[in-house]
């Protein structure tokens, strides 16, 4: 099997004027998992490595450049799922670790725990030898400046990949800030396990983006993956979980990406826009603002 990802960089109604940014963003978080793949890697590392730079880069509110709570903290949220288990490993409301997707790797494969929270994450961080970093350091000016205007940012505040290696081995990872101007301590569904992502070796995997409480209550990711294990595509699993939660709360805003079994790629979404880069079947970058995916 020849491996193959597909990123998102969050769902909602972003300026014009900043989709090509963002499409040339999606193409360079790609090529980072991309080249993983390529090496020999495992989807574990591809998914990671795609996220790490999509956290690190302010185009996108996850990670540096995040949106700000309402007391003007940066409390970030992060989920990495093996499909060989599944495992997983989550962080909620860290405040001082540059890369919470690190963070979850690390909590999925060096502790028993799986989901560490608020300054016990910020000290597990640091037992795990990752460094910590003063909150300031995250703020980029314009989630200052936002923050300041009381004004929400651009996306929905998360990004994401799912992926195959060559050995069929599936993974997911999600990374946010969360809704800007949250409540203090406020987690949405991105580092849930089944809302946020999900993955399973044999079946597929799912990422989710957009609204958290309607995604978290449709438990959205695991709903796409049951929909694959029944035998549905990755497109139409995730047409069937949007239109799923949808049915259930109108107006849900939520985005999805996908990859089933055979390595075919799918993306849904209810929002205007929702961010994406993906590797299609000649080993070249696609990416879109619209949510159009194409393999061919």
Known sequence: MKGTLVAHGGAWDWPDEYDAPIQAAMKEAVARGQAVLAGGGSALEAVVQTVVYLEDNPLFEAGFGGCLNRDGVLQLDALLVDGRGPDFGAVGAVTQVRNPILLARQIMTEIKPRFIVGEGANRMAAELGLPLVENESLISAKARSDFAASRPGRTADTVGAVAIDADGNIAAATSTSGMAL???????????????????????????????????????????????????????????????????????????????????????????????????????????????????
């Open 182 to 296: 949250k409540p203090d301590g406020r987690i949405g569904d991105s580092p849930l396990f089944g809302a946020g992502g999900y993955a399973h070796n044999g079946i597929g995997a799912a990422g989710a983006t957009g609204y958290g409480e309607n995604i978290m209550r449709a438990l959205l990711s695991k709903y796409a993956c049951d929909k694959m294990a029944e035998g549905l595509t990755a497109a139409s699993a995730g047409q069937a979980a949007i239109d799923h939660v949808e049915r259930l709360f109108s107006n849900s805003m939520a985005g999805l990406i996908l990859i089933d079994a055979a390595g075919n790629l799918g993306a849904a979404h209810s929002t205007p826009k929702l961010a994406l880069g993906w590797l299609d079947a000649a080993g070249g970058i696609g990416s879109s603002v619209r949510g159009g995916l194409s393999q061919a």
